[in-house]
């Protein structure tokens, strides 16, 4: 396949259409949704009546089977009007991404299916309070007892977990053997008997999005819930990241564009000794690090989606992406907030909450760490 930066008139379209989704809908409920912390369900179901959600759910499905680089469109600009929101809505796609790719044609139906008809909400529940970037340190288990599993488990940091209506669950069905075959995925409904969602958390950032513990009690989980088969739970989990973390680091580079765009316009019109700040050279060259290093990120995020369309392991490219576009938000960000000066430390002036926001980039997901690890991981079984 030859390497082309030029979108298709589709691609163009949906780019264009996020756009005006996230400037004329996103923005304008942003700080109330920040301030309040309150979940911006009036936000998302315009979304899904503009189709700007589930955008990964397949054709068999009623959904419109886009790419991963169709989807990393549409998260930069969703992330340009806010991440909180935007986190928001992308995280039905990590719920479902483990589905599409190993759920059974029935699980699909019954549980992907409906989210095109109508507006609803899952999530991905895998972290535990002792297990975030050591996965396989997780403690919830899921035991066989005739056509049914009885899950015992607590989760953590589980965005949506307090709107969604079933949750991607990964337990422990052969604890000796982990990862290695040993946890198994299974959809679990919010309202089944012995699940209990916690309060929300307030969170730094991202203040939209709703993030909770979530308490498994002897949940009776049918064996026609197993996502794909038993013992794949860490493999689809894990392979959901491929899809994921491009998106993710898009939405990074769409909070950095946001934070590069005020910061440049207000230093256009702020002036200290006699002339406008952007005359000083040390804030021209601090915009232009921000313009170098926004057009390095999102060829970074493009690079790991084209691979994954096109067939191609993006593991790697998926981790440089991430960590290099979170580590790129929170850097360009703070930056903003010293383009402002003191202006930029006050909730009057929009740049202190993206710098708020962006630090999340660095943890969920795989922190910049983990992400470290990976790249070195991947850097050395690829000889
Ligand atoms: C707002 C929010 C939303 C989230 N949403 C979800 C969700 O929807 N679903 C879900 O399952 N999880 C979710 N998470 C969990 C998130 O993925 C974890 O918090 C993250 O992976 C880190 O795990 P931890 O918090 O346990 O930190 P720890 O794993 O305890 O890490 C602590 C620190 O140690 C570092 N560290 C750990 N191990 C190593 C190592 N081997 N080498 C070098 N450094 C290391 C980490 O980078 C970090 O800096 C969310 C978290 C937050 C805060």
Redesign the pocket.
């Known amino acids: 396949m030859s390497v082309s930066f030029q979108l298709t008139e589709e691609q163009e379209s949906l780019q264009q259409l996020a756009h005006e989704f996230a400037r004329d809908v996103i923005r304008p409920a942003a700080p109330h949704h920040d301030e309040t912390g309150e979940y911006p369900h009036e936000v998302l179901k315009q979304a899904h009546e503009y189709g700007l959600m589930n955008t990964h759910i397949g054709e068999d499905n009623d959904g419109l089977g886009l790419g991963a680089l169709d989807g990393i469109l549409i998260a930069e600009e969703l992330a340009w009007g806010c991440t909180g929101i935007g ?1 928001a809505m992308e ?1 039905n796609g ?1 719920a479902q991404q483990p589905v599409i790719l190993g759920g059974s044609p029935e699980l699909r139906a019954k549980y992907l299916t409906p989210m095109m008809e109508n507006y609803s909400l899952c ?5 535990e309070p ?5 996965v396989q340190a997780l403690k919830t288990t899921a035991v066989k007892k005739g056509d049914k599993w009885i899950l015992n488990g607590n ?7 307090g709107v969604a209506d079933w949750f991607f669950v990964v337990a422990l069905t052969d604890p000796d053997k982990k990862a290695r075959g040993g946890m198994t995925a299974f959809i679990v409904e919010a309202g089944w008997a012995g699940v209990t969602v916690n309060k929300k ?1 307030i ?1 730094m950032g ?1 203040r939209a ?1 709703d ?1 909770r513990a979530i308490t498994f009690e002897d949940v009776e989980v049918p064996d026609a819930n197993v996502v794909g088969k038993v013992g794949d739970g860490w493999k689809l989990a894990m392979a959901a990241f491929d899809y994921t973390r491009p998106a993710v680091a898009s939405a990074a580079v769409g909070l950095a564009r946001a934070a590069m765009e005020h910061a440049a316009k207000y230093a256009t019109e702020r002036k200290t000794f006699g002339k406008p700040i952007v005359a000083h050279q040390s804030i021209a060259f601090m915009l232009a690090e921000m313009k170098m290093n926004i057009e390095a990120g999102r060829l970074l995020c493009w690079n790991a989606a084209w691979k994954k369309d096109a067939g191609l392991r993006n593991t790697m490219e998926s981790s440089i992406a991430k960590a290099f576009c979170a580590d790129m938000a929170m850097k360009i960000s703070t930056d903003a907030v010293q383009v402002f000066g003191g202006y930029g430390y006050s909730k009057e002036y929009p740049v202190e909450k993206l710098m708020r926001d962006a630090k ?1 980039f660095q ?8 992400q ?2 990976i790249i070195g991981r991947e850097m050395f079984s690829r000889r």
Do not use: C, H, P
């Not at 943890?363 to 983990?370: L, R, V």
């Open positions: 986190t995280a990590l999530a991905y529940a895998v972290t002792g297990a975030g970037s050591d989760k953590m940091w589980i965005t949506n977990a958390e969170n991202q999005s993030t999340i943890i969920y997901e795989g922190t910049s760490q983990i470290r690890l």
